[in-house]
């Protein structure tokens, strides 16, 4: 007998007259974002149905590869979406590949850290908590990485005679870069330290939110919340590190200059 | 002592160009905006990629790390950089850069003043200062005196020639065909991405 209140169809679509709510005030106040706003919906309904699908069949057959298979594929769209977020992109591969592997690395890490020693499922796997956990942290690192990585190139693209003075003066790309680098990460870091300072107090987080509306006691939902949080603030800072580093090594050489020539230029 | 040797150096803007600047000499760059005299110097710098080869005193420079070479040949761009707040963050040692400093006209010790408060000369005579303070054996300069009063001018052509007397060698750009005269001993024409020593191509002496 489940503790939680099931939810019908019936009572979805109930609450989906509010979607409608909004069109109707977009279509009376001339805001003109009605076909946005049908077309979000539509997908938004679409791709959690799928997700449900998806993760219907990946927790009966609990298998180790599909479980990866499902977290290379939430990596690989989030990777696009940290290419979005750049106004200034690396050229070729690394513009795509340079924040994706960052972001792998430290969600897989992070992920892989909280199952073997924090929540210990059974297998250690299990994509019931393996993919919801990966997906919190990657969309965290995401995030993260991608406003670290625009911070960076942007910051050394603006900055250029201030870092090139430095390298004639015998400065290493390290220390040069160094200023640009740091206020990369601080940028990259900023949104979990605000997250973290307001939770509780002003927000509460989803999946808190969720857990307690399905039934798990406050105390329990906390504890899960704020492991949670410590995840995302590790993976985040250790994959920002990582893609603002390996940026460092893109775009100097082993002559220590400057490199903005593998950098394409601004996209809008 | 320093003698600066240029290789058939070449960069994507300028076609292969090698000369010699011997200890005590100093080569005026001359040419129109846009000829390539800046590509030149930040490829013998080193800061941007370039083929061919530069040396200081026969030792190449890809046989040291390139910010070794750097303090070496200290290169004053025409457009000054900074990265700190206040003036004395971008000098390692301020007592020594203080005297540089006070000889070009600086009545009050700027230690704490504001970067973005400086005046164009300003920033010029410092930045000349910092690229000094280095002790470099080879300097580039580019258009080092543009914005500076007269008396001033006077000041940097003979700190320039203070470290002429004392062996380094010295690459001058300048707009200014008497003031190429006045603090040269040769002539390097630059146009359209090509070099041409004094004497050919219409490129006019520097009469001793």
């Excluded at chain 1, 998806?54 to 989030?78: K, Q």
């Excluded at chain 1, 949104?191 to 509460?204: C, E, F, K, R």
């Excluded at chain 2, 001058?172 to 004094?198: F, M, P, S």
């Amino acid at each position: 007998m489940p503790s939680y209140i099931a939810l019908s169809y019936g009572d979805l679509a109930l609450a989906a007259v509010l979607v409608l709510v909004d069109g109707a005030l977009s279509l009376l106040l001339d805001l003109d974002i009605h076909r946005q706003l049908l077309v979000a919906t539509l997908r938004m309904v679409v791709q959690l149905a799928l997700m449900g699908v998806v993760l219907t069949a990946l927790f009966r057959i609990v298998s180790p590869f599909w479980t990866a298979v499902a977290g290379l594929v939430m990596v690989g769209f989030a990777g696009r979406e940290i290419v979005a977020r750049q106004e200034r992109r690396l050229a070729g591969f690394w513009a795509y590949g340079l924040g994706t592997v960052s972001m792998m690395v430290s969600a897989t890490l992070v992920t892989i850290l909280a199952l073997t020693t924090a929540i210990r499922p059974q297998p250690w796997f299990n994509p019931r908590y393996a993919i919801p956990l990966l997906g919190m942290i990657l969309g965290n690192a995401m995030t993260g990485i991608s406003l670290g990585l625009n911070a960076f190139t942007t910051g050394l693209s603006q900055r250029r005679p201030a870092v090139e003075a430095q390298l004639m003066l015998g400065a290493t790309r390290r220390q040069a870069l160094g200023p640009v680098v740091r206020q990369s990460l601080r940028s990259a870091l900023m949104p979990t330290i605000n997250a973290m300072s307001a939770m509780g107090l002003v927000s509460l987080p989803g999946m808190m939110t969720g857990q307690i509306l399905g039934g798990v006691a406050p105390a329990e939902a906390v504890r899960y919340q704020l492991l949670i949080m410590f995840l995302i603030a590790g993976g985040t800072g250790i994959g920002a590190v990582a893609a603002v580093m390996a940026g460092l090594y893109r775009l100097t050489d082993a002559r220590h200059r400057l490199r903005l020539d593998r950098l394409r230029s601004p996209a809008r | 002592m320093a003698t600066l040797d240029v290789r058939t150096l070449r960069r994507p803007g300028l076609a292969a160009v090698s000369f010699r600047i011997q200890s005590g000499e100093c080569l005026a760059v001359q040419g129109a905006s846009g000829a390539g005299k800046t590509l030149l110097l930040r490829a013998i710098a080193d800061l941007d990629p370039a083929d061919g080869d530069v040396a200081l005193d026969g030792v190449s420079r890809e046989a040291m790390p390139a910010p070794r070479w750097r303090r070496l040949v200290g290169y004053l761009p025409a457009e000054s950089g900074w990265w700190a707040e206040t003036v004395r963050e971008h000098f390692l040692d301020w007592a020594k850069a203080l005297a540089l400093i006070r000889r070009l006209g600086f009545a009050e010790d700027p230690a704490g003043w504001p970067i973005a408060r400086l005046s164009t000369g300003e920033r010029q005579r410092l930045a000349l200062a910092r690229a000094l303070a280095m002790e470099p054996q080879a300097l580039l300069l580019d258009e080092p005196t543009a914005s500076l009063d007269p008396t001033s001018v006077a000041t940097v052509e003979a700190m320039v020639r203070e470290r002429r007397d004392r062996g380094a060698c010295v690459l001058w750009v300048t707009h200014d065909g008497v003031q190429a005269a006045r603090v040269a001993t040769r002539r390097l024409c630059i146009e359209a991405g090509r070099a041409w020593e004094e004497g050919t191509h219409g490129c006019p002496a520097i009469s001793l």
